[in-house]
C-alpha cells in the first residue's frame, strides 16, 4: 500500500587486477594516440570552418530565453525529469562532404555549460 | 515472488544494438565499434571505464559511429577539419558568441592559429572521453536504475570476453563458462608430495604464460615501415627503421627476432629474419635488426615493408623441460635438494669444506662483518638463502662466494641470473677475482656489445687459435657447424676453455652446449626476480650446493599472464623457502644511501636491521646549492595540490602540476652542477612518464640536450641499480582510480633506495597518506620536518592534515 521509495545502490567500482590494467592501458592508448599524432607530419587542410549563417540565426533565437525552437512545455517536462536545465546547442560534423548540423542539449551541470553560461552573462552586462 | 525470473537477465530477444556486455540497448546510450562491429553502452557497470571505453581500449580500437535514432542520429566520430577519426584524439571547441561547437582533433586542428580569427574559441577545447566515459551529452550515460537491472558483468569477465572475441567474434558471455574458460588453473603450493605433482602444478602455468606471450607478440605486426640499409662489421646486412607506435608495446629486447617484409612493387616480395641489435634511446626512435642472410635483400627499397616479432617459444621450452627433467631423472639434483625444494622435512647436513683463512676474495673489496658471516655460513651448507637489501654489496658477496666455491674444487661452478645485465654485472665481478670465467651467451645476443664480451665464449674461442689444443677445436668447431651444431662438440667447447666458471641467465642455463655438462655448485643472484620454472633451469644440472641470492622485499618477476600470476606463478622460489622456514642470511651494512634515507626503508621493510656503510659526510655534496629544508637531510617530500586530477581537461590522467614541480627540481639540481646522468626521474604510469620528457624538453629553462640526459622511467626499471639523486613523481590516475602502484610495499621499497645523494618526492599528500604505508612515509618526513610546500626559493613547512599512522601489520 505505502509508495516505499526503492533505494537503488549506485553501482560501486570493484577494485580488482583487471580494472587497474585497464586504466593504465587507457592511458597508454591515450598517450600514445597524442605522442603518434606530435610525431607525424601530418598535411592538414587549410582551416576554413566558417559559422554558418543559419547556425546565428537560429542559435540568437535559441539564446533568447523563452523563445526557443522547442515547445516550452516540453522544455519544462525535461527539467523535471532529468532535475537539471540544459543549454541548447548545434554541433556541427561532417557527412561526406556535407555540413551536417544537430540540435542537442548540454546540461547545465557539465562544466563546459557553466562557463558559456557564464560568458554570456557577463557580455549581457557590457 | 510472483515474478522470480525477472533478475534472470536473458541476452536472447535484445535488439543488434544491445551493449554486448550487459544488453543495456537504449538507442541514446550506445555506440557502435567500427571496427570489431559491435555495440556498447556508456555506463560504466562496476568498472572505472565505460563499456565502450573497455571495449575499445582492450581491443584497441579507435573509430565509433552513433545510433540513427540517438540525440545526434548515425554519426561517425571524427574531425570536422582533417577527418582524423580517433576518438581518443577528438574533441570539441565552441565559437566565441554563437551556441554552436565543432569537432576537432587536439593536435593539430585544434591549435591551428586562424580559428581564432573565424570566431572559434581554441582555448575551449575539450575531449570527447572525459574520465573514461564518452560525454554524457554526446552518447547518454543509462541511469543506475537500469544499470543495476543488467547484466552485472566483471572486469575479468571483460576481459575474458574480449580474449574469446580475438578467435571467435561471435562468442557471447554464457559461452565462457561453456568452453571452461573461467576455470582456473590450480594454486602452486608451499609443498609438494613429489616432483611430478610439482610439474603437475606448474607446467600449466608456463604453458598459460608462454600462450599469452605468444598471442601479445604476434598480435604487434606494424605497417608502413620506411627502412634506411647498413652493412656491419661482419658484412651481415643491417636494417634501421622507426615504429609508428610507440614501443611501449612491442617492449623489444636486444636479441629479439624480428621478420622484415618487403611488400612494395619495386622488386619480387622478400622477407627475412633478424636480431634486434639498437633499440629506441633518448637519443634516437630507431630500431635496428642484423639480418640473419643477406640473400636478396632489396636494399634499393626503402618504403613498403611490413614488420612481424617473432615469437619464440625457446625459454618457455627449457622452464618445461627442467619441470620434466626435475620428476623423471633423480640424478638431476641430489636427493637433500630435492626434498628442501620440494618442502619436506630432511634433518640438516653440513657440507665438508675447508674455510678459508681470508673471506675476502682477491681483486675485490674487504667484506664487513655481515658478508663474512654470509661467505662463511653458505660454503657449509647445501642450501642457502641470501637477502641483499639495497646497497649491501650483494654482488661482491656473490663474486666472493663463487671464489670460494671454486677453490674447494668441486668442479666448475654455474652462475645465473634472471636478466643479461645482472650476469654481465656478476659476471665482471668473478673475473676479477682471477678465476676463469666464461661468459655463454644466446646465438642471437652474439652481435650485442657488453662489458664482459671478451669473456663470452664465442669470442674466448676466437682469440684461442695459437693453442693446439684450441686449433684443433676450431676444427672441431667448424666441423660442428657442419654437422649442425652437434651437441657434443658443444660440451667440448665449453670444457676446452677449461672454465672454473660458466655465467650465463637462468634461461641460458638450458643451452644444449650445458647439457652433457653437470654443475654440483650453483649460484643465482637476483633469484627474486625469477619465477620458480625458471629458477629451475640450473637447478636440475645435477646441482648439490644451491645459493640463492635476491631480496624478496624488493619487485618479484613479471608474470604478464594474469591468470598464471594470480595462481602463484610470480611468487619466486626464494619467497617460497622464505615461507617454508629457511631463513635467509642478511646483508646489513648499505653503502649507497646518504643515512637519513636509509632509515624509513630499514625501519619498515627490514624491521630496522640495516646499518650504515658511509656516513653522513660522505653523502652530502659539498657546496650544492640546493634549498633542502633540512640541511643534514637530502630529503623533502613536496607537497602538490595538482587539481588537474579531477578536471575535465581531457589530460586528467597526467598530473601537470607534478610535472612542472618535478622540471623545476631537476633544472634546480642541473643549475646546481648535478649531471644529467646522475639524477632519475620516478615516475609510476607510462602517460606521466612520456608527458615528463617532453614537459622538460619543451619547457624546462636550460639546454634541451641536458634533460634528454636525465633518465625518466618506472620503479621497475630502477630496480638493481643506483643514481645519485632520485625525484619520485606520486601521481594517481584519478577519482576513479585508487593509488594504484604505490600501495605494492616493495614497490616503494625500490623507489625509496635508490638515491645515494638524495630524494625528493613530489606528490598530494592529504590523497597519498589515507593509504597506510604513505601515512607512515608521510609522518616520518613531517617529523624530520620534511614536508614542505611553497616556491623553491622560500619551501615552509606544510601544516596540511594527514591521517593518523594505523599500525602496519606484515
Ligand atoms: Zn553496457
Ligand atoms: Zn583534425
Ligand atoms: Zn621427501
Known amino acids: 500500500e505505502t509508495d516505499e521509495e526503492v533505494k537503488v545502490l549506485k553501482p560501486k567500482v570493484a577494485v580488482c587486477k583487471e580494472d587497474d590494467d585497464f586504466m593504465s592501458a587507457f592511458d597508454q592508448m591515450m598517450n600514445d594516440s597524442i605522442q603518434a599524432r606530435t610525431q607525424e607530419s601530418l598535411k592538414v587542410p587549410h582551416v576554413d570552418i566558417a559559422i554558418p549563417t543559419q547556425v546565428k540565426n537560429k542559435t540568437k533565437k535559441l539564446a533568447l530565453p523563452g523563445q526557443g525552437i522547442s515547445d516550452k512545455e516540453d522544455e519544462e517536462k525535461d527539467k523535471e525529469k532529468s532535475g537539471t536545465t540544459g543549454l541548447k546547442f548545434v554541433l556541427m560534423t561532417r557527412k561526406g562532404n556535407k555540413q551536417q548540423l544537430t540540435d542537442f542539449e548540454i546540461p547545465m551541470t557539465a562544466e563546459f555549460a557553466t562557463k558559456f553560461k557564464e560568458r554570456e552573462e557577463a557580455e549581457k552586462l557590457e | ?79 570536422y577539419n582533417c577527418g582524423c577519426r580517433n576518438v581518443f584524439l577528438l574533441g570539441f571547441i565552441p565559437a566565441k558568441a554563437e551556441s554552436v561547437v565543432v569537432l576537432l582533433c587536439r593536435h593539430p586542428c585544434a591549435n591551428l592559429s586562424n580559428l581564432k580569427d573565424m570566431n572559434w574559441d581554441p582555448s575551449q577545447w575539450q575531449p570527447l572521453i572525459n574520465d573514461r566515459s564518452f560525454l554524457s551529452w554526446l552518447v547518454k550515460v ?61 607446467g600449466p602455468l608456463v604453458k598459460l604464460e608462454a600462450d599469452y606471450d605468444k598471442r601479445l607478440k604476434e598480435s604487434q605486426t606494424q605497417d608502413n615501415i620506411v627502412t634506411r640499409w647498413d652493412t656491419g662489421l661482419n658484412k651481415k646486412r643491417i636494417a634501421y627503421f622507426c615504429l609508428s607506435k610507440a614501443n611501449d608495446e612491442m617492449k623489444l629486447m636486444h636479441g629479439d627476432e624480428l621478420r622484415l617484409r618487403y611488400i612494395g612493387e619495386l622488386q619480387k616480395s622478400w622477407s627475412g629474419v633478424g636480431h634486434v641489435i639498437k633499440i629506441p634511446d633518448n637519443h634516437s626512435d630507431e630500431i635496428a635488426i642484423e639480418l640473419k642472410s643477406n640473400a636478396g635483400v632489396p636494399e634499393n627499397c626503402t618504403h613498403n615493408f611490413v614488420l612481424d616479432f617473432v615469437w619464440k617459444s625457446t625459454s618457455f621450452d627449457r622452464m618445461q623441460s627442467a619441470l620434466k627433467t626435475f620428476a623423471v631423472d633423480d640424478s638431476s639434483v641430489w636427493g637433500y635438494i630435492y626434498h628442501k625444494l620440494l618442502g619436506h622435512e630432511v634433518e640438516d647436513i653440513v657440507l665438508k669444506c675447508t ?3 681470508r673471506f675476502s676474495a682477491p681483486g675485490l673489496p674487504e667484506l664487513n662483518h655481515s658478508q663474512v658471516y654470509a661467505v662463511k655460513t653458505v660454503l657449509q651448507r647445501p642450501l642457502s638463502l641470501i637477502q641483499g637489501p639495497p646497497g649491501t654489496g650483494k654482488t661482491v658477496t656473490s663474486a666472493t662466494v663463487v671464489y670460494h666455491m671454486v677453490k674447494q674444487n668441486n668442479g666448475p661452478v654455474l652462475v645465473c641470473a634472471p636478466s643479461n645485465i645482472a650476469v654481465d654485472q656478476l659476471t665482471e665481478k ?14 642471437s645476443r652474439e652481435a650485442i656489445d657488453s662489458p664482459v664480451s671478451f669473456l663470452a665464449l664465442h669470442n674466448q674461442i676466437r682469440n684461442m687459435d695459437t693453442l693446439p689444443e684450441l686449433n684443433k677445436l676450431q676444427q672441431l668447431k667448424d ?21 672454473d666458471v660458466i655465467c650465463c641467465t637462468c634461461v641460458g642455463a638450458g643451452d644444449p652446449r650445458l647439457a652433457k655438462l653437470q654443475f654440483s655448485s650453483v649460484l643465482i643472484d637476483e633469484s627474486t626476480q625469477a619465477t620458480e620454472p625458471e629458477c629451475m633451469i640450473p637447478v636440475i644440472l645435477g646441482c ?41 642470511i642478511r646483508l646489513q651494512v648499505q653503502y649507497r644511501m646518504h643515512p637519513a634515507l636509509s632509515s624509513f626503508p630499514s625501519n619498515i621493510f627490514y624491521e630496522g636491521s640495516l646499518q650504515n656503510g658511509v656516513t653522513a659526510a660522505e653523502r652530502i655534496r659539498s657546496g650544492l646549492d640546493f634549498p633542502w629544508p633540512q640541511p643534514d637531510k637530502p630529503m623533502f617530500f613536496y607537497s602538490t595540490f595538482g587539481t588537474e586530477e579531477i578536471s575535465s581537461s581531457g589530460t586528467s590522467y597526467l598530473n601537470r602540476t607534478e610535472a612542472a614541480n618535478i622540471e623545476k627540481l631537476a633544472t634546480r639540481l642541473l643549475r646546481a652542477g648535478v649531471k644529467p646522468e646522475q639524477i632519475g626521474i620516478i615516475t609510476p604510469y607510462e602517460g606521466q612518464r612520456a608527458y615528463q620528457v617532453q614537459h622538460m624538453q619543451y ?59 638524495g630524494v625528493i618526492i613530489v606528490g598530494n599528500p592529504k590523497m597519498l597518506s589515507r593509504q597506510t604505508l604513505w601515512c607512515h612515509l608521510l609522518t616520518y618526513y613531517r617529523e624530520q620536518k620534511c614536508l614542505v610546500e611553497g616556491p623553491l626559493s622560500s619551501l615552509k613547512e606544510c601544516f596540511v592534515n594527514i591521517s593518523k599512522p594505523r599500525k602496519l601489520v606484515n
Open chain 2, 1 to 79: 515472488e510472483e515474478e522470480p525470473e525477472e533478475n534472470q537477465f536473458c541476452m536472447k530477444d535484445l535488439p543488434k544494438h544491445a551493449c554486448s556486455y550487459c544488453g543495456i540497448h537504449d538507442p541514446a546510450c550506445v555506440v557502435y565499434c567500427n571496427a570489431s562491429k559491435k555495440w556498447f553502452c556508456n555506463g560504466r557497470g562496476n568498472t572505472s571505464g565505460s563499456h565502450i571505453i573497455n571495449h575499445l581500449v582492450r581491443a584497441k580500437a579507435k573509430e565509433v559511429t552513433l545510433h540513427k535514432d540517438g540525440p545526434l542520429g548515425e554519426t561517425v566520430l571524427e574531425c
Open chain 2, 142 to 202: 543509462p541511469s543506475e536504475q537500469d544499470q543495476l537491472r543488467s547484466r552485472q558483468i566483471t572486469a575479468q569477465q571483460i576481459n575474458k570476453l574480449e580474449e574469446l572475441w580475438k578467435d571467435n567474434p561471435d562468442a557471447k558471455l554464457e559461452d565462457l563458462e561453456r568452453t571452461g574458460l573461467d576455470e582456473e588453473p590450480t594454486q602452486v603450493q608451499l609443498r609438494y608430495d613429489d616432483a611430478y605433482q610439482y610439474q603437475n602444478i606448474f
Open chain 2, 355 to 357: 674455510l678459508p683463512k
Open chain 2, 430 to 443: 668473478i673475473h676479477k677475482t682471477g678465476l676463469k670465467v666464461v661468459r655463454l651467451c644466446a646465438k
Open chain 2, 479 to 499: 666441423e660442428y657447424d657442419r654437422l649442425n651444431n652437434s651437441e657434443l662438440g658443444r660440451a667440448k667447447e665449453i670444457k676446452a676453455t677449461a672454465a
Open chain 2, 544 to 584: 648439490r650446493q644451491l645459493i640463492l641470492v635476491g631480496d624478496h622485499c624488493q619487485l618479484g618477476p613479471v608474470v604478464m599472464c594474469k591468470k598464471a600470476a594470480r595462481a602463484g606463478l610470480s611468487q619466486s622460489l626464494f619467497e617460497r623457502l622464505v615461507v617454508l622456514g629457511i631463513r635467509p
Open chain 2, 699 to 757: 619547457n624546462g629553462a636550460l639546454n634541451k640536450k641536458l634533460y634528454m640526459e636525465i633518465e625518466v622511467a618506472s620503479v621497475d626499471a630502477f630496480q638493481g641499480r643506483e643514481k645519485d639523486f632520485i625525484l619520485l613523481s606520486c601521481v594517481r590516475s584519478n577519482e576513479h582510480q585508487g593509488i594504484g602502484f604505490l600501495n605494492d610495499p616493495r614497490r616503494l621499497n625500490v623507489a625509496l633506495t635508490r638515491a645515494k645523494y
